[in-house]
């Protein structure tokens, strides 16, 4: 909506005012998102000459939601939680798409689809405003397609949510995989060197995805294909386990998520 209102050279608020839609609140991307009502909806694939299913098919989140009780043509800004916010899409991805009209656009990215493989780039994290070049971690880009592999399995989504709240865990407390990460953290600031000046937050938090995204996606496969059972053999497991992600050992005390993991009953 705003490169539409950039088209006629317009602010946000004229082109919503124009075609008859009623704007309240504050806000800009990412960090918030305008909620617009069913009536909204139709004006705004009037004013694009898009078909509303379409539009829809092109822009998901254009769907019903908490407004789809209000009849008039209305829009709010809704302020989203981190999670739920959109990230920068791959430049030339969206340059081809835009048929080169621009190069910027946000996405509400999937895990599946953290790098971008034909043009190795990624946006890891809400508060970068440019994806990061990733030609120098070739691993991600392979563990990319071990991902698409992944969603075949019936446990993958379960397999992909553990092993990243366990791989985040081990990153924040410097745990298992520290060299490897900081060597992966240090490829990414050298190639992208405005990481360093971007004062919204440190590379090393800004990157986090990105840097334990090759062993998120080797554990999350390791764990989608232990059996639906509590392991007798801890041990095993562990040492197993350890193997996938090219480690001689995973030494894990009691209070290690993925010890815990393995020693309690999972569904």
């Given amino acids: 909506m705003q490169r539409l209102a950039t088209a006629y050279r317009l602010t946000l608020p004229q082109l919503l ?3 008859g839609i009623t704007l309240t609140g504050h806000g800009t991307p990412p960090t918030a998102e305008l909620h617009l009502s069913p009536a909204a909806c139709h ?3 009037a004013l694009t000459r898009i078909p509303l299913p379409h539009l829809t098919r092109a822009l998901p989140r254009l769907d019903p939601n908490d407004d789809a009780h209000h009849t008039a043509a209305a829009t709010r800004w809704k302020r989203l939680e981190a999670a739920q916010q959109p990230v920068r899409a791959c430049t030339l991805c969206t340059r081809h798409r ?15 689809r953290l790098v971008c493989p034909r ?11 440019f994806p990061l070049h990733t030609r120098a971690t070739p691993e991600t880009t392979a563990a990319h397609h071990a991902h698409q592999r992944l969603l ?4 993958a989504a379960t397999a992909w949510t553990t092993a990243r709240a366990i791989t985040t865990r081990w990153y924040d407390h410097q745990q298992h995989l520290t060299h490897r990460w900081h060597t992966r953290l ?3 600031c050298a190639t992208n060197p405005h990481l360093t000046t971007t004062g919204s937050a440190s590379p090393a938090l800004l990157t986090r995805d990105l840097v334990i995204y090759p062993e998120n996606v080797t554990l999350a496969g390791a764990l989608a294909a232990l059996p639906n059972r509590p392991h007798r053999d801890t041990g095993k497991a562990l040492s197993l386990i350890a ?3 090219g480690l001689p050992r995973l030494a894990s005390n009691a209070n290690d998520p993925l010890r815990v993991f393995l020693t309690h009953t999972r569904p």
């Fill in 17 to 19: 005012n124009g075609a």
């Fill in 43 to 45: 004006h705004l694939a």
């Fill in 98 to 112: 835009s048929h080169g009209a621009t190069g910027t656009a946000w996405v509400h990215r999937p895990p599946h």
């Fill in 119 to 129: 043009h190795h780039q990624a946006t890891p994290d809400p508060r970068l405003t």
């Fill in 152 to 155: 075949r399995h019936p446990r």
């Fill in 186 to 188: 240090g490829q990414l």
């Fill in 243 to 245: 193997q996938r992600l």
